[in-house]
């Protein structure tokens, strides 16, 4: 069964920077479209960073852009999501998905906390 693990969530404070990875199992993230939402409870998902299946197109948010970049590593079948110059508003639970052939795969999320 298809499925993927994000890691590298944590507390930092305000300016610096965390790197999340999503392991892909079951499935070749390079056959899908792939990226990171993130949710604040009581507010919806946002799309923060997305990914064509080869990673030849990325779009950010415009709350991230410039300051963060989505990659894929398909030897190690994972996403990166490097978060730079970061702010107390990306606190938030991120959650990276895969899209493809009909179907939405889900990680389970990561918390990222920032202080001020």
């Known amino acids: 069964q298809a499925r993927l693990v994000e890691s590298g969530g944590g507390l930092v404070q305000s300016g610096e920077s965390l790197t999340l990875s999503c392991v892909g199992y079951g499935l070749t993230l390079g056959n899908y479209a792939s990226g990171w939402y993130r949710q604040v409870p009581g507010k919806e998902r946002e799309l923060v960073a997305a990914?064509?299946?080869?990673?030849?197109?990325?779009s950010y948010a415009p709350s991230v852009e410039g300051r963060f970049t989505i990659s894929k590593d398909h030897a190690r079948n994972t996403i990166y999501l490097q978060m730079n110059s970061l702010r107390p508003e990306d606190t938030a639970v991120y959650f990276c998905?895969?899209?493809?052939?009909?179907?939405?795969?889900w990680g389970p999320g990561t918390q990222v906390t920032v202080s001020t």
């Open positions: 998905y895969a899209r493809g052939f009909g179907a939405n795969v």
């Open positions: 990914m064509t299946q080869i990673g030849a197109s990325t």
